[in-house]
């Protein structure tokens, strides 16, 4: 069964950093591109980095370009998320997605459960 | 960046009616690439459309999409009790992917 299990998530003050992860199973890793997307309490879903799976490229959304990080490890089948300089308006449920056409930025095909994000004083 | 803009915001219907979603995107989207994903409560979204009209993995064949110009449409023909949720549609042609501000189809 292809799995997506996001761990990491919590309460952090603005300012703060968190580190999100993502561990992965049922499928071949290290061929298909992977992202984060982040969605604010009653809000659409949100794009927010995609990492290549063999070249290493990284992508970020505007919203978090210098403040965030995104890394795998292809022999870990794990995604991370370097969170620093949080503010407010990262509050959401971070999920980890999969690419669905290998290593190319399409659709999500698969979504982990979610792990919520809070940044608050 | 392409803004996707979603109507209605939310759709009333009764199980067994056809649902009719639209997704316009204020430039053409390269190939089609527009996917649609369903969302109900508590849940992470799911893939149902990708390419404006191809169903994903599993997804029965009540669903389907279409697409003219710039205007994408999701149709579910014979709402089934599980189908009510929010539908957000996202582009994938250009960075950043973006997601439209979503549909919520209820019971009526």
């Known amino acids: 069964e292809v799995q997506l299990l996001e761990s990491g998530g919590g309460l952090v003050r603005p300012g703060g950093s968190l580190r999100l992860s993502c561990a992965a199973s049922?499928?071949?890793?290290?061929?298909?591109?992977m992202n984060w997307v982040r969605q604010a309490p009653g809000k659409g879903p949100e794009w927010v980095s995609a990492?290549?799976?063999?070249?290493?490229?990284?992508y970020y959304a505007d919203s978090v370009e210098g403040r965030f990080t995104i890394s795998r490890d292809n022999s870990r089948n794990t995604l991370s998320l370097l969170m620093d300089s949080l503010r407010a308006d990262d509050t959401a449920i971070y999920y980890c997605a999969k690419d669905a056409f290998g290593d190319y930025l399409g659709a999500f095909d698969v979504w982990g459960q979610g792990t919520m994000v809070t940044v608050s004083s | 960046e392409i803004v996707l803009a979603q109507s209605p915001g939310t759709l009333s219907l009764s199980p067994g009616e056809r649902a009719t979603l639209s997704c316009w995107a204020s430039q053409t989207v390269r190939n089609n690439y527009l996917a649609w994903y369903q969302q109900k409560g508590g849940q992470a979204p799911r893939l149902l459309i990708y390419?404006?009209?191809r169903r994903a993995t599993g997804i029965p064949d009540r669903f389907s999409g279409s697409v003219s110009g710039t205007d994408f449409t999701l149709t579910i023909s014979g709402l089934e009790p599980e189908d009510f949720g929010v539908y957000y549609c996202?582009?994938?042609?250009?960075?950043?992917?973006?997601f439209g501000q979503g549909t919520k189809v209820e019971i009526k």
């Open positions: 990492i290549s799976a063999t070249t290493g490229d990284t």
């Open positions: 996202q582009q994938y042609a250009v960075s950043p992917r973006t």
């Open positions: 049922g499928f071949t890793f290290n061929t298909f591109a």
């Open positions: 390419a404006a009209s």
